[in-house]
């Protein structure tokens, strides 16, 4: 895609150049990732994932959108060491709303408490 093109093309509102890279092998190196995810752009950062929750996981930040989209398109379901990769477009907005419901629902069961409200019916 030329330059031209990249500045018309119209991306849907979940593309961003962040993305999130599920089920990934517990051995793979940051190198091992920079050479796979590489191929397709200038990568700004990538984080992969050591503690036992995150294992698995990797974020890959481009410097261009497009590049981002291209590495998507290409590497969903990519098979590395066995195994197959989902990659997915990091989305913060979802990662808060989940942490605002649990508030949400903490402030409600607290409200309820000091109402006495109970929740039978």
């Known amino acids: 895609m030329n330059a ?3 500045t018309n093309a119209r991306l849907p509102p979940e593309v961003n150049r962040a993305l999130f890279v599920r089920n990934l092998p517990f051995k793979i190196t940051p190198e091992e990732m920079y050479d796979i ?4 752009g200038a990568i700004r950062q990538i984080r992969v994932g050591n503690a036992n929750d995150t294992k698995g996981t990797a974020f890959v930040i481009y ?3 497009f590049d981002a989209k291209t590495a998507y398109e290409h590497l969903q379901g990519f098979n590395i060491m066995g195994r197959y990769l989902i990659v997915l477009y990091y989305q913060p907005n979802k990662v808060t709303k989940k942490m605002n419901l649990a508030k949400k ?3 409600l069961k607290e409200l309820k408490t000091r109402y006495g409200i109970s929740d039978d019916d």
């Not at 995810?37 to 397709?40: A, Q, S």
């Open 4 to 6: 031209n093109n990249r």
């Open 63 to 65: 410097e261009d959108i």
């Open 105 to 107: 629902e903490e402030e």
């Open 37 to 40: 995810f590489g191929k397709y």
